[in-house]
């Protein structure tokens, strides 16, 4: 999935995202530019700067999800970032460059996740190992029990739980360790209780705030005191099942290379990483104000060096920010993008402008996608034994309702679907436990029933719809 060509990128996206043909376009070669990127000499690699892109639409239009989207198929480190959650450096918020620190963070978990799951055969095997070692401890093996722990067993304990006898005979260690180990695996042991020692969570008890942020100097503040604590672990009595689950975690935990990971994060960030920053036309000043512009154009010219390109430092190390791609997006209602300041402008070269949705997108979103919204009403009510199906016609009436209440209300696009349809299906999802009628049709008529009196009233319209 990572070197698909621009018109298989535009395939693929077309599975979840109807029309915006210009913004598919645009995003597939921005990314298949990464491809070719690392395709050319590695002196050129560094000269060769992914070109940002900025996407112009009203709300519920897609452009999120074409990010997000995106990000997915090229299975790179992705991060969705609100542009007006930062502020200006030296006021209240939080500031440009934690962006950078939590696309590493989440880069650095999701590795560290699927590089455990890749050990976790091995993982298990140690685990198993420990609570044989507990079941079985050295004084035991030939069937003392002096110092054994609880829920320790001994060889004739093994036997009467295999055979249901007691067999007087001394079992050599290997044997019955075996005995035991099949036992294990076949979930005779269960329910037996064992002692185990796990490491207790514990919240951090003080924060330090400082330039860096809370979240950059507080975490390693708590990482420095945790290198000198000894480890907070406790006994806890557990099932055999719960205990191996632990283990294997714990042991997977170990067995995963951190040094390696971080330095891996770190890498893919800097050659892969994908930042979307969402609602930039937030953060343009109004034309004729005087005075700073706290939270708005401050944070335009904080974006600036991120954007262009510099090195931001995390508690994994040094980020360069030079090949992150980042993409833009704003409904630019009130402002223009060309208010942005211009060195920001400069910094987004390719700009792509979104189409509002009619009637037919609509009809095709709510039908054609993978995730379309009717079948997640379908799979939904499944669950309860009941089967709904929505006629063709009741699916046209369902879209020109949504055009009709975005025209005369606010126009918040597809996202007018997830409304009506939950305010069409209402009753059907409330009763749908002790309905009796399994086979439910919706079509046009229905629609009209329960919707019609809410359009025509322009209040009800505004406060329901």
């Known amino acids: 999935m990572k070197d698909l060509k621009p018109e298989q990128i535009v395939t693929e996206l077309d599975k979840y995202i109807i ?45 999120t999800e074409i990010a997000r989207r995106l990000a997915n198929l090229a299975d790179s480190p992705f991060y ?21 620190r939590d696309i590493v ?28 070692d507990i ?27 295999a ?20 036992m294990l695996r076949s979930g005779k042991l269960d329910s037996r209780q064992i ?14 705030f400082s330039n860096a942020g809370v979240e950059e100097m507080g975490i390693n503040v708590k990482d420095m005191l945790g290198n000198l604590m000894p480890k907070n672990t406790k006994r806890r009595k557990v099932k055999i099942k719960d205990a191996i689950k632990l283990l294997t975690g714990e042991e997977a935990a170990h067995l995963v290379d951190m040094e390696q990971v971080k330095t891996d994060a770190v890498t893919m960030v800097e050659q892969s990483g994908i930042i979307f920053i969402d609602e930039i036309d937030k953060v343009v000043g109004k034309e004729k104000s005087y005075g700073p512009e706290v939270s708005k154009e401050g944070v335009q010219r904080d974006l600036l060096p991120i954007v262009e390109g510099s090195s931001v430092p995390t508690k994994y190390g040094i980020v360069k920010t030079d090949h992150i791609l980042f993409i833009a997006s704003g409904a630019f209602h009130i402002s223009k993008p060309s208010d942005l300041i211009p060195e920001l402008q400069g910094r987004f070269p390719i700009r792509v402008e979104l189409d509002s949705l009619g009637a037919h997108e609509f009809t095709r979103i709510l039908t054609e996608p993978k995730n379309a919204l009717v079948l997640q009403y379908i799979a939904l009510l499944r669950t309860e034994g009941v089967e709904i199906e929505f006629t063709p016609d009741a699916i046209d009436k369902i879209a020109a309702i949504a055009v009709e209440v975005n025209s005369t209300t606010e126009n918040i696009g597809a996202r007018r679907l997830h409304t009506i349809l939950e305010k069409l299906l209402e009753d059907i999802l409330f009763k749908a436990p002790d309905i009796e009628e399994k086979k439910i049709v919706i079509d046009a008529s229905f629609v009209e029933k329960q919707l019609m009196d809410i359009v025509e009233n322009e209040d009800l319209t505004r406060y329901i719809l």
């Open 19 to 63: 029309g915006q043909n210009d913004a598919k376009k645009s995003v597939a070669i921005a990314l298949r530019n990464r491809w070719r990127r690392r395709q050319v000499d590695k002196d050129l690699q560094e000269e060769i700067a992914p070109k940002n892109i900025i996407l112009i639409g009203p709300t519920g239009v897609g452009k």
């Open 80 to 100: 969705k970032v609100e542009a007006s959650k930062f502020t200006e450096v030296g006021y209240v918020g939080r500031d440009v460059e934690s962006m950078i």
């Open 105 to 132: 963070e989440l880069t650095v978990n999701n590795l560290r996740a699927r590089q455990q799951e890749e050990v976790q055969g091995k993982a298990a095997e140690i685990a198993e190992e420990r609570i044989l």
């Open 135 to 161: 079941l079985l401890p050295p004084s035991s093996q030939t069937g003392a029990v002096t110092g054994a722990p609880v829920g320790a067993l001994v060889s004739n304990d093994i036997d009467i739980i």
């Open 163 to 182: 055979t249901g006898q007691k067999d007087e005979e001394s079992k050599p260690k290997a044997s019955t360790r075996e005995k035991l180990r099949k």
């Open 195 to 208: 002692d185990l020692e796990v490491q207790a969570k514990s919240s951090p008890m003080v924060e330090i």
